[in-house]
């Protein structure tokens, strides 16, 4: 049976990665939270998926200039505590990206407040960078790390890199799957959590073909569907 994560929270009613999102979320009874994490220039971790809120990046701006929705990554966890939670590192080289830490010093602070937090063993950290993932099984060979795949990636050479570094999982986009991805999966002891699967008719397939979780922006249908 698929654990279902709530993408970003529970947005159907509320801003999401908001602590409003993440408590209805808590409240409806999906088993996780999906959240991304981002670092501002004076070193606070915030939860926001856009690099730029209002035409200013946020790892260009001090946290006290943010506006009052977008919470600290402390408040957000605490608002998704009993709860698994998926916390995706935003880490990227991309061109709509102003900004990319080479140093390993943004992974190692989401990793560290996890410590401090006590909530290390009830989280799940996955980035769509490879190297990111890569330093995060290595500061903590316990904790789960998922690789985040762009739609175009080839899924079964992917599963095999994910394997060969150490990562607990693999989270691809779903239309990608099929049953002979899960069967490799499971020959690779890798967990298969799929983002983001929305149409009650995709949702009802993924459960079918039995993968870890779904990731999804309507949670409700999810847990029914299952």
Not at 66 to 95: Q, S, W
Not at 120 to 136: G, R, V, W, Y
Not at 213 to 223: E, R
């Amino acid at each position: 049976m698929a654990l279902v994560y709530a993408h970003r929270g529970l947005h159907v009613t509320e801003r999401e990665n908001t602590i409003d999102a993440f408590t209805s979320a808590v409240a409806l009874g999906v088993d996780g939270v999906e959240l991304d994490v981002r670092r501002t220039a004076d070193g606070h971790l915030v939860v926001h998926h856009d690099a730029v809120i209002d035409g200013v990046a946020i790892s260009e701006a001090a946290y006290v200039d943010l506006p009052d929705y977008v919470p600290t990554f402390a408040d957000a966890m605490a608002a998704c505590r009993g709860i698994n939670v998926n916390v995706e590192i935003k880490n990227i080289r991309h061109e709509t990206e102003p900004s990319y830490d080479d140093s390993g010093d943004f992974a190692r602070h989401v990793l560290e407040d996890l410590y401090r937090f006590e909530l290390a063993t009830t989280s799940l950290i996955s980035c769509f960078d490879l190297a990111t993932c890569a330093l995060i099984r290595k500061l903590d060979p316990s904790i789960g790390v998922g690789w985040l795949l762009e739609w175009s990636v080839e899924l079964s050479g992917a599963m095999d890199r994910a394997k060969d570094l150490g990562f607990t999982g693999i989270h691809p986009y779903f239309q990608r799957v099929d049953e002979g991805a899960i069967e490799r999966a499971r020959e690779l002891d890798l967990e298969m959590n799929v983002w983001t699967v929305n149409a009650p008719e995709d949702i009802e397939s993924m459960h079918a073909l039995g993968v870890n979780a779904i990731i999804t922006d309507d949670p409700a249908t999810a847990l029914e569907s299952r």
